[in-house]
T-cell receptor, first 113, second 112 residues
Framework: DAGITQSPRHKVTETGTPVTLRCHQTENHRYMYWYRQDPGHGLRLIHY???????DKGEVSDGYSVSRSKTEDFLLTLESATSSQTSVYFCAITRDPYNSPLHFGNGTRLTVT | SQQGEEDPQALSIQEGENATMNCSYKTSINNLQWYRQNSGRGLVHLIL?????REKHSGRLRVTLDTSKKSSSLLITASRAADTASYFCAEGGGGSNYKLTFGKGTLLTVNP
């Protein structure tokens, strides 16, 4: 299995608080992605990174920011959590989005009360 | 908005039967990928098919791609109860587009 770890695995937070989720990889892959998964919506892309300090928005980026200060870590921050951000968040990595598959982490289940 | 859309949303079959799932997309792609997700787990890659390929096989899996119709299909032959899972297609964009966007998935139930 690809070396990809998400932390925390579970988190409960209150509306209005900032939350940071971490994705850590040991594969030295250039490309990293954050998705959220909700019933009836499949996986939706939040943000992705194509290198250190190189990031771009996905389909549902409002209310989220990301940072990639080093190859192995990709952080997702909910600036002021809302109940609509209750979801399961998945990080994924690939060495080449044109020719190689994504490898997924085990997910973070976030509940905003 | 999401691009790939799987059809059907849910499929229930008996062990030993074949299962076919379809995926439609709207824009040009570099590749199309299929993934499986068991309940509560991360997604696992099944097959990647490039835009210049028409068919790929992996064990009991067969994927076809029709770029003129912007569609792909995943066939699982001789299904097993262990194939019960959700199946997703993902589009890989072209050029400098590094996005990989997923559809909503097909829930396959294989009854023993």
């Amino acid at each position: 299995d690809a070396g990809i770890t998400q932390s925390p695995r579970h988190k409960v937070t209150e509306t209005g608080t900032p939350v940071t989720l971490r994705c850590h990889q040991t594969e030295n892959h250039r490309y990293m992605y954050w998705y959220r998964q909700d019933p009836g919506h499949g996986l939706r892309l939040i943000h992705y990174s194509y290198g250190v300090k190189d990031t771009d928005k996905g389909e549902v980026s409002d209310g989220y920011s990301v940072s990639r200060s080093k190859t192995e870590d990709f952080l997702l921050t909910l600036e002021s959590a809302t109940s609509s951000q209750t979801s399961v968040y998945f990080c994924a990595i690939t060495r080449d989005p044109y020719n190689s598959p994504l490898h997924f982490g085990n997910g973070t289940r976030l509940t905003v009360t | 908005s999401q691009q790939g859309e799987e059809d059907p949303q849910a499929l229930s079959i008996q062990e030993g039967e074949n299962a076919t799932m379809n995926c439609s997309y709207k824009t040009s792609i570099n590749n199309l990928q299929w993934y499986r997700q068991n309940s509560g787990r991360g997604l696992v890659h099944l097959i990647l098919i490039r835009s210049n390929e028409r068919e790929k096989h992996s064990g009991r899996l067969r994927v076809t791609l029709d770029t003129s119709k912007k569609s792909s299909s995943l066939l699982i032959t001789a299904s097993r109860a262990a194939d019960t899972a959700s199946y997703f297609c993902a589009e890989g964009g072209g050029g400098s587009n590094y996005k990989l966007t997923f559809g909503k998935g097909t829930l396959l139930t294989v009854n023993p």
